[in-house]
């Protein structure tokens, strides 16, 4: 094993909140309902668009496309202008992740949120050096689980399927890491439940973030 790649939101910060937050004010704006904290951990993991459109019809389902992009707009725009808002690391991810690194393993992020979003906050949160590889959803790139963006971060990093390993806290996590043919974390500190990530076919399920170091130095 040379080299962990995580997802963010939900695996290496708490971001429920501050999803909410924004998502609750731009539908509220646009006269639709906001929405409980619960609704919002299964509504998230497949991008931003997604994100809207599923609470959106949370409402009601008869929206037009203008709609959508006030809302859309409402949304990205408010979030980009304070990425940090309500969002922290979870317990034991910062020790994790520096032991990886002074164990010598390659780590790297690859999120759905928006490139900038996610260079933006993990640069400000983990600080400039950390991560080998920060990277959000580009335009021209699928977003997870397509396993797209896992190949180009192993390319960079000059790692094998059989040299790396995917961590997140979804299903489209764990498809992610099985696409590319990595073995796969699935952490329970996050959105999604045990029977979510075992049914998703995660190589093992983890309550506590230390583990993914001992996983790493086993493998």
């Known amino acids: 094993m040379k080299a962990v790649i995580f997802d963010l939101d939900g695996t290496l910060l708490n971001t429920i909140d501050t999803i909410k937050y924004y998502c609750d004010n731009a539908l509220t704006k646009y006269d639709f ?9 299964l509504m998230v993991g497949n991008g931003a668009k997604l994100l809207i459109e599923r609470a959106m019809n949370n409402t009601r389902e008869d929206w037009t496309e203008a709609e959508f992009e006030s809302v859309f707009n409402a949304y990205s725009d408010a979030y980009d ?8 690391p979870y317990a034991g991810v910062v020790d994790m992740l520096h032991k990886l690194k002074e164990n010598g393993y390659k780590i790297a992020v690859l999120s759905n949120k928006p490139n900038f979003a996610t260079v933006d906050v993990v640069k400000t949160i983990f600080g400039d050096g950390l991560f080998d590889i920060v990277r959000g959803g ?11 963006g896992v190949f180009e971060i192993m390319k960079e990093l000059g790692v094998s399927p059989d040299e790396a390993m995917f961590v997140g806290d979804t299903k489209v996590d764990i498809t992610t890491g099985k696409n590319a043919g990595l073995y796969s974390v699935g952490v329970l500190w996050g959105f999604r439940d045990e029977a979510e990530l075992a049914a998703a076919g995660a190589d093992i399920i983890i309550n506590d973030a230390s583990k993914i170091v001992d996983i790493a130095n086993e493998r």
């Open 138 to 148: 580009i335009d021209g790139v699928p977003l997870k689980p397509a396993p797209d």
């Open 81 to 88: 202008a304070d990425t940090l808002y309500l969002t922290e």
């Open 33 to 41: 309902e906001p929405i409980s904290i619960e609704k919002y951990k």
